[in-house]
């Protein structure tokens, strides 16, 4: 499911959000948000993707993609950008943010990786191949879906503030991101990312063919 209303579609997601970054985490403080909905100013800019458990029509997962408006982007608000990147238009960037699991599905250590930093490298991360990757299936699905929305609107790069867990993980599927300045402390301990969406269907075609036919499949649906 994946929405711009504010209105309707946002609502389930901003819920979720401030049960794991407000009551679960602490990245955020409660009383900021009142109504126990966490969201801000560039909600109204943003494509809103949500994860509904099959059998119960429960939210188990949230993830946003903002786009350029007057407001900018928080990764250059919060971040030291110390990569050139004026050579893309800003119309065609996203950021992807505000990914939030329910604490029901964090249980694996690989989904724990999502929130927390650790220090250990991608070859000591587990693989993730394509048919033995239900542990992962959210975060897949969620990914899956932004990948398709941008796909259609034009986007050419996304964005993202990722702590060094979903930045291997996803390394392991074969969706890579770049480094594009230095580590700070927001939401834990982050670093400023930018993926070049074509540069990604490449590497995951060579790498994980399977996941890749997967979004592709989704695309031309």
């Not at 609502?11 to 409660?30: A, D, M, Q, T």
């Not at 930018?194 to 490449?202: D, F």
Request: glycine residues 6%.
């Amino acid at each position: 499911m994946c929405g711009r209303d504010w209105s309707s579609d946002v609502c389930l997601p901003i819920w979720l959000r401030y049960k794991v970054y407000c009551e679960e985490w602490g990245f955020e403080k409660p009383r900021e948000h009142p109504g126990r909905l966490e969201f801000d100013e560039f909600d109204k800019h943003s494509i809103h993707f949500a994860a509904l458990e099959e059998d119960t029509n429960q939210l188990i997962g949230t993830v946003r993609i903002i786009l350029n408006s007057e407001k900018g982007f928080p990764i250059e608000r919060n971040c030291k950008i110390n990569t050139e990147l004026s050579h893309i238009k800003r119309d065609k960037i996203g950021e992807i943010s505000r990914l939030a699991i329910s604490k029901v599905y964090r249980r694996r250590l690989e989904d724990h990786f999502t929130y927390e930093a650790i220090t250990k490298s991608s070859q000591d991360l587990p693989k993730v191949p394509y048919e033995r990757r239900r542990r992962q299936e959210i975060v897949i699905g969620l990914y899956k879906y932004i990948y398709v929305e941008s796909k259609k609107i034009g986007l050419t790069h996304w964005y993202a503030i990722m702590g060094q867990g979903l930045f291997l993980l996803l390394q392991r599927m074969g969706i890579l991101f770049k480094s594009i300045g230095p580590e700070i402390n927001y939401h834990g301990v982050r670093r400023p990312y930018i993926g070049h969406i074509e540069e990604m269907e490449r590497t995951l075609l060579r790498e994980n063919p399977e996941l890749f036919k997967e979004f592709a499949g989704e695309l031309n649906s």
